[in-house]
């Protein structure tokens, strides 16, 4: 084989694999085409549909769309620009976007800057509820709000705009509607009489009507929402508040009464505000709608009724008429006045300024200090000191100026008037059938109030009122001092009768002492004997009651046993009723009942009862005392079969001096008081006492209901009471009678010689510490109403004497009260007996002395 074939070989295997890689690479190639084709109808199918999305976009949408190139020219509109612009999408497309989209501003039809040409020179969106409008091919306007946007490929170069605007003409017209119904609101709203607000939802306040700019002088706007707040009073700002935001929240009714202060008067009016929720069909508060009313009138007018009421509920409780006057006056300010002053007669005919009260306490002083330093001259033609002249009011709606510098005496006075911003008065005159005793006198100041003529009756009624009260008082303090003087003659009367009576007794008991004596002088002893002892009785009750007015007497509280009081009450009452021959029956329980109780005081109620009853009925009548208990009381019940008492007379029969028939002639009848010491007494006790009958010839039932005593604690023995009824025999002594009465001093000293003492008399201080020098008495007996020098000073120098400090000193007095107990005590006395002496206790006495 030569050289060429295996060059041929070579070159045709060359080829042959040439051939294959083209082939293949063919292949390759034709698959790529495939796939190319594939997938640019892929992409194809996919743009097709997107664009059919755009477009099915633009032509559904509500909104007008159109689109330009970056010359601004138009490359697309869909169906809805189509219609607002009344150009067709071929007649637009390549049109300059002005003359497609012609517009105009909407408040004043100004030129405007057509959006989509701006955010394709600026590059950004552009636009949105610009209230512009759109002039369409035929000339129709419209209200639009539009915006643009720049359109960009991946690079952010702008290759043109979409431009959407939307017709909202309807929209505006609803807007203008709901503008209009709301002037229309508010010109109603300003043609009604009263202040008118509304407020959001939130509360907060977004309109007033013209009466609330008359009222507060404000311009509109100038505080805002809280315009209410210069102008409410201080003290109501809180509660409005509170109140308010309360309702807002809650959506109640808003309704509470404030004061406004009124730009006129400088005073405060009160108003009554009130807002109501409005709510729209789903309930939903949508608005709140106030008013402001002005109640002032009808406010003040209830403020002065209550007032009147009050002062009128004030004058009927008669207290002493200086308190009731500041009571008035106080009751006066706010209600009726800002401040008032009451100015009174005295004695002298000077007048006294007994009460200023004043809403701003600092300003009480200002009034004083100008009464002070300007006392009203009586010649005054205006105010108190007139009123006072004529008897008549002096009132004045409004002081003119020039009047109060024609009042005032100087500049000074009239610059401390000026302080208390005087405004309207009445001084109306305080003035009954005789006097006139004074001038009540009100007055406005701060808030702004005026009088008027129903306010000046109102004033004049009260005043006359007052006047009657202050009479009533002063006739009521006359009536208390008489009284006052009888109880202190009556005290006095029964002192001074008390004092003859221990003279009486002790030459009764001389006659007695002389031995058997003629019958006609026994009989003639005897009735004396009784008719002193009976008239030491009535004395007896008279000084009792006399100090129980007076709070002067003290019970001396014991823990003692009812029976014994009983006891004691029916021996000493004995006598009356076996006189009259009555029948008592006596029922005591046979448990003991122990009370706390005054012995002596308890059994004279007892006895009382009991003589009452034997006094009040005809002879042989029977008497019941019952004694019951009742849980932690004890009754003693006293019934007879006497003349009974009226019906109309039982809640009577305790007071003082009270007698059912005051004719009823039996020696035994009494003053009137002893059924007023059975009250007092019991009462004393903290029980009570009550009178039954069935009338007149039915008899009569007194019931005493007393504490029983707290179970008893184991009690000492008793020594005082161990001693009672020991037969003392009297060791003889050199004695000293000291009294002023002679013949009280001259008869017990006769009495106690008889009894075997040695006895000296004297009748005045200085002779009592003479004698007693000279005499060297182991015992003196002392009265303490002494002339000269008073039995307690006669006492202290006595005790100073030679041997004096161990002498007996006994005080001898018509006053037995705890009080001159402690007061001879101190004065250095050993015992204190009461006049008139009891011969048993003075011999108890002087059997107990030593001698010295
Ligand atoms: P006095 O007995 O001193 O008049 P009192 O205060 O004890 O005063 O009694 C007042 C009046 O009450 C008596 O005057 C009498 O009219 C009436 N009275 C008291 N107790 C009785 C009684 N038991 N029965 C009828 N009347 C009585």
Known sequence: MGQNDEEERLLRSVALRNAQSILVARQRAEEDLVRAKDALERKTRELAHSLAVVRATLSSIGDGVITTDVEGRITALNPVAALLTGWSEEEARGEPLDRVFRIVGGDGRHPVENPALKSLREGRVVGLANHTILIAKDGTERAIDDSAAPIEDEQGQVLGVVLIFRDVSARRKDEERLRQSEAQFRRLADALPHIVWTARPDGFIDHYNERWYEFTGFSRGEYGDESWKPI???????????????????????????????????????????????????????RWFGTCTDIDVTKRAEQSSRFLADASATLAELADYESTLHKVASLAVPAFADWCTVDVREAGGSMRRLAVVHADPSKVQLVHEIFRRYPPKPSATHGVMKVMRTGESDWMARIPEPLLAALTKDEEHLRLVHELELGSYICAPLKSRTTTHGVLTFATAESGRTYDAADLVAAEDLAHRTAIAIENAKLLGALQESDRRKDEFLAMLAHELRNPLAPIRNAVEIFRAQGPPVPELQWATEVIDRQVYQMNRLVDDLLDVSRITWGKIELRKERVELATIVQ??????????????????????????????????????????????????????????????????????????????????????????????????RSEGGLGIGLTLVQRLVEMHRGTVEAHSEGPGKGSEFVVRLPVAAAAASRAPDGAASDVGKVVTPALRRILVVDDNWDAADSLGMLLRMMGHEVHTAHDGPEAVGAAAVFRPDVVLLDIGLPKLNGYEVARRIRKLEGGAGLMLIALTGWGQEEDRRRSKEAGFDHHLTKPVELADLQGLLAGSEPS
């Not at 109140?243 to 009124?262: A, H, M, N, P, Q």
């Not at 807002?275 to 949508?286: H, K, M, S, T």
């Not at 009356?576 to 005591?588: A, D, M, N, P």
């Open 232 to 286: 409410l009073h201080p003290e109501d700002v809180q509660r409005c508040l509170d109140t308010y935001y309360g309702c807002v929240l809650s959506g109640d009714l808003y309704r509470i009464e404030y004061r406004f202060k009124d730009r006129r008067t400088g005073g405060y009016r009160w108003f009554l505000g009130q807002a109501y929720p409005v709510r729209d069909e789903q309930g939903r508060i949508v």
């Open 568 to 665: 004691s009450a029916v021996e000493a009452s004995r006598p009356l009723i076996e006189k009259w021959g009555h029948e008592l029956t006596v029922t005591i329980p046979p448990q003991p009942i122990e009370l706390e109780a005054d012995l002596t005081r308890l059994s004279q109620v007892i006895a009382n009862l009991l003589n009452n009853s034997a006094k009040y009925m005809d002879q042989a009548g029977r008497i019941w005392l019952t004694v019951e208990r009742e849980g932690g009381h004890v009754l003693i019940r006293v019934e007879d079969t006497g003349i009974g008492i009226p019906d109309e007379m039982l809640h009577r029969i305790f007071d003082m001096f009270t007698q059912v028939d005051h004719s009823l002639e």
